[in-house]
């Protein structure tokens, strides 16, 4: 186990540092941060500011700069504002991992109750609803179902009752002003952004979830335990779902990784400013240090999400054990 | 197949749950309606990138009109005057206009108003003029030091008195000590980092407002108890960071924001054509903004004067304009680079009389050497034909690309359309000379001519201005120059109209570009706000919130 926790960890530095050249050469070569300059009534103020962000040195100089300062675990500051980027990454990610952790745990629950449900009673007319809902959800834009959404219950669904809205448009910092907690104002915040978040995944895991289902539900071990009059309930819940749960983890594992690097459409409609926003503002303004900086953070959390992806295979599994 | 209790358990607890959602929703859903005295949201759709507004970090036009306005002190305020243009008015801050001398040296004396205080309720003095001079002039990393570097000195023979004497002639004196910089506080900033102490958030004020600014979601504006001129009644005023222009819309239709300030895009004004209940639309084209078809002059085909000329007797301006914005009411093409906010230093016959003429046209093309084939002038057996480039994902943009594509082809040339990330475009390509024809706005942010800084051939990249010279079009027109160098300095503002309209008649005659279309303003907002709530084409339409209440 160790020495398979040893070869991911190199794995990964490798990976991260090739990833942080991809992000830094590209955005440099595709981006210029000094443009927004380039109308400024005074014309000395954009030279200035390709000096000082140093530009005007060779790029692998630039990149050598950035990874010196990396590596002692300064991710430097934003290049126009000078904020610093670890604090601005971490407060970004807090608001993601709100979304992430709501969206994910009601995305696996629905999900798997779906997939059992549409693998048990296969070609019901429940599994055929379902199924139809799958797709749908699968189809749709996730930025044409959030206006969707905004529209059904901010003002069609408010205006059947004859109230105002019940939920907000803009989730911000998923509190409104001057409020903080675990509340229903919490909620209000995060209903649709959650909603959008979780059609997507429960449209594609509940998938994954059916189809292992029924695999395992028509393997021999549960053919056996119900001859051997094994309670259905246990068969399937017991026997068949923990067995089903293995390649679906896998998928969910991956995906929650990714999910990490920000939820971008959701969040620049919802104007909260996560992972995803900080990321599309970084690549408006050309930002090369902080996209560097994020690209690493995503990754890792992609590398991560892959090791825990693992742990839990071989957990489930007991035949897959790591050594 | 068959519904099985189970199916019927799970639709009836769908059913459940979404009632017991609705009545949770219900039991707190009503949000609290605006009333006097009350908080005030706004949509904003972006946010500054620092509020230190002397650095290059500055330079954000909603950082200015969100906060800067509202928290520092400025000489001057811009102000409507007749026919859209723009004047320069003394604010409370000062005890009267100041004077000025223009001989042997310039020299401007402001008197300040004794009343005008800080926060903390020390007294305005010459000395936080002082110190904003020099900050500028002597800072690192500052945003615009023109006019600031044509001053020799700042003195203060009493608190109340200040006294700016100028190395040089600079016409537009009353710019200083307001627009995007204002007055800075000495007493406090004084010995330390100003940079560090302000660019993300400062604690002081000397407008009628406190601004806080919770990064990525909003900034947020109180009262400031101290501030000598009228005090705002609004409890709060809150500016929501909303980027998606749609999702702005939502939030105000929802209620959740009471006033928009959105670009003219076409969903924009989609949206509002369709019609937006309680609330009241103001559109205007007196801005500083000239949107135009920008020619490089040292590149063919436009290196040829009567290419240009065709070109401009091509397109019917107004039709396009009109197509653009006409849901606003805004119908006229542009007919000068000066915009319509310094419209009295402009002259509109410099481009009016260049109207859709395909005669014209003809006489043009066929005198340069031209004969039409297939639909398209043609020359040595190569068609008419350039490169029309603007900015990636601007919806107005392409639009008028496209309109502008089909009308050139009904007169005869052939345009390729080929949008360019913004940053490339205004980074690389525009100072390189590598386009033909380029679509994008110039913004003026003071009611002062100032075209010698895109026109002027010394402002040609080169190497003399380490290529930062912004007349990427190349154009060099005789007699152009000392015009518009003398409009930079003619204290006199009569004389400087005159220069400034001559020059606009000679820039017309060679068509080095061609302007189009203002870009008009929009501001959006809920009928239960009253009181001053009007747009500033240069201040933006924040500023006097001090005298809005707030209807419930």
Redesign the interface.
């Known amino acids: 186990m160790i020495q398979f926790l040893g070869r991911r960890i190199l794995y990964s530095i490798l990976v991260l540092f090739l990833a942080s050249i991809v992000a830094f050469v590209g955005t440099r070569i595709a981006f210029d941060p000094t443009a927004r300059l380039a109308q400024a009534r005074d014309p000395k103020v954009r030279i200035a500011e390709e000096r000082r962000l140093g530009l005007d040195k060779p790029l692998v100089v630039q990149y050598g700069r950035w990874l010196g300062r990396f590596v002692q675990g300064d991710l430097g500051e934003t290049e126009v504002s000078q904020e610093p980027i670890a604090a601005k990454l971490r407060s970004g990610m807090w608001l993601t991992i709100q979304l992430l952790v709501w969206g994910v745990t009601v995305s696996v629950i629905a999900a798997l109750i779906i997939g059992v449900y549409s693998a048990v009673r296969q070609y019901s007319v429940g599994d055929y609803v379902l199924t139809t809902f799958s797709f749908m959800g699968i189809s749709i834009p996730p930025f044409w179902f959030a206006f969707i959404a905004i529209q059904f219950f901010v003002f069609t669904l408010p205006g059947l009752f004859g109230t105002s809205p019940w939920f907000y448009t803009f989730s911000g910092s998923l509190h409104s002003d001057g409020v903080s907690g675990f509340n229903l104002d919490y909620l209000r915040h995060l209903f649709l952004p959650v909603l959008v978040l979780t059609v997507q995944n429960i449209a594609g895991w509940s998938r994954y979830q059916r189809a292992s289902m029924l695999d395992t539900l028509n393997a021999d071990y549960v053919r056996t335990a119900r001859a051997k009059g094994v309670p259905r309930r246990q068969v399937v819940l017991r026997h068949a779902l923990r067995n089903a749960l293995i390649p679906v983890v896998t998928v969910m594992a991956l995906d929650i990784g990714l999910l990490f690097g920000g939820l971008v459409i959701t969040e620049q409609i919802f104007s909260i400013p996560g992972m995803g926003r900080i990321f599309v503002s970084a690549l408006d303004r050309g930002d090369a240090t902080m996209l560097t900086a994020w690209t690493v953070v995503a990754a890792s959390f992609v590398l991560l999400f892959n090791l825990i992806a693992d742990l839990a295979y071989g957990w489930l599994d007991p035949r897959v054990r790591i050594t | 197949?068959?519904?099985?209790k189970?199916?019927a358990a799970?639709a009836s607890g769908v059913l459940t749950l979404g009632l017991a959602?609705?009545s949770?929703?219900?039991a707190?859903?009503?949000?609290p309606t605006a009333k006097a005295g009350g908080?005030l949201a706004i949509?904003a759709e972006q946010e500054p990138?620092?509020l230190d507004w002397i650095a290059?970090?500055s330079?954000s036009s909603w950082g200015a009109w969100m906060v800067l306005y509202n928290t520092l002190p400025q000489a001057f305020r811009f102000e409507p005057g007749k026919g859209g243009a723009y004047n320069y008015v003394p604010t409370s801050l000062l005890a009267g206009e100041p004077t000025l001398q223009t001989s042997p040296k310039q020299v401007v004396t402001y008197k300040l108003n004794p009343k005008a205080v800080w926060s903390d309720g020390v007294q305005v003095t010459a000395a936080d003029f002082q110190y904003t001079y020099d900050q500028i002039v002597n800072g690192t990393?500052?945003?615009?030091?023109?006019g600031y570097s044509s001053v020799e000195s700042v003195t203060a023979p009493d608190p109340q008195t200040v006294v700016v004497t100028y190395a040089e002639p600079y016409a537009s004196w009353k710019s200083l000590f307001s627009g995007g910089y204002g007055l800075m506080p000495s007493h406090i900033l004084a010995g330390k980092d100003r940079n560090a102490e302000m660019?993300?958030g400062y604690t002081f004020s000397g407008g009628p407002w406190f601004a806080k600014w919770?990064?990525?979601?909003?900034i947020?504006l109180t009262p400031n108890p101290k501030y000598w001129d009228k005090k705002p009644s609004i409890k709060?005023v809150?500016f929501?960071?909303?980027?998606?222009s749609?999702?702005a819309f939502?939030?105000f239709?929802?209620?959740?924001?009471s006033a928009l300030y959105p670009q003219p895009q076409p969903d924009a004004l989609a949206q509002i054509k369709k019609g937006l209940p309680g609330s009241v639309t103001k559109a205007t084209g007196d801005t500083g903004n000239v949107e135009a078809l920008w020619l490089n002059n040292n590149k063919a085909p436009f290196n040829d004067i009567n290419f240009r000329k065709a070109i401009a007797y091509s397109i019917d301006r107004n039709a396009i304009v009109k197509r653009l914005f006409g849901t606003l009411g805004v119908k006229k093409a542009q007919n000068s680079f000066n915009p319509p906010i310094v419209a009295d230093y402009a002259d509109p016959a410099g481009f009016s009389g260049y109207t859709k003429d395909l005669k014209q046209v003809k006489s043009l093309m066929t005198g340069a050497g031209y004969k039409k084939s297939g639909g398209y002038w043609t020359k040595d057996g190569k068609k008419a034909s350039f490169t029309f480039k603007t900015t990636v994902g601007n919806q107005r943009r392409a639009l008028t690309a496209q309109i502008l594509q089909a009308a050139f082809k009904d007169a005869g040339f052939q345009m390729k359309i080929q949008a360019v990330?913004?940053?490339?475009?205004?980074?690389?390509q525009?100072?390189s000379g590598n386009y033909q024809m380029a679509l994008y706005a110039?913004?003026a942010?003071t009611p002062d001519p100032?075209l010698c800084?895109i026109f002027c051939s010394a402002?040609i990249p080169s190497e003399a201005?380490?290529n930062?010279?912004?007349n990427w079009t190349g154009t060099r027109v005789d007699g152009l120059d000392p015009l518009l160098e003398q409009v930079d300095v003619e204290p006199d503002a009569a004389k400087r109209a005159e220069l400034s309209k001559q020059a606009d008649l000679l820039i017309g005659s060679s068509v080095t570009s061609l302007p189009l279309d203002p870009l008009p303003n929009i501001l959006l907002y809920k009928t239960s706000i009253k009181g001053k709530v009007r747009d500033n084409a240069v201040m933006g339409p924040f500023t006097q919130m001090n005298y809005w209440t707030l209807k419930g």
Do not use: H, W
Request: with cysteine.
């Open positions: 197949m068959r519904f099985t189970t199916t799970l959602v609705s949770a929703a219900s707190g859903a009503s949000r908080t949509g990138d620092c290059s970090c330079g990393d500052i945003y615009d030091t023109t660019k993300d919770k990064k990525g979601v909003s947020t709060k809150i929501k960071i909303i980027p998606e749609t999702a939502q939030a239709k929802a209620g959740e924001v990330e913004a940053g490339d475009l205004f980074g690389e525009l100072p110039q913004v942010t100032g800084v402002n201005n380490e930062s010279g912004q």
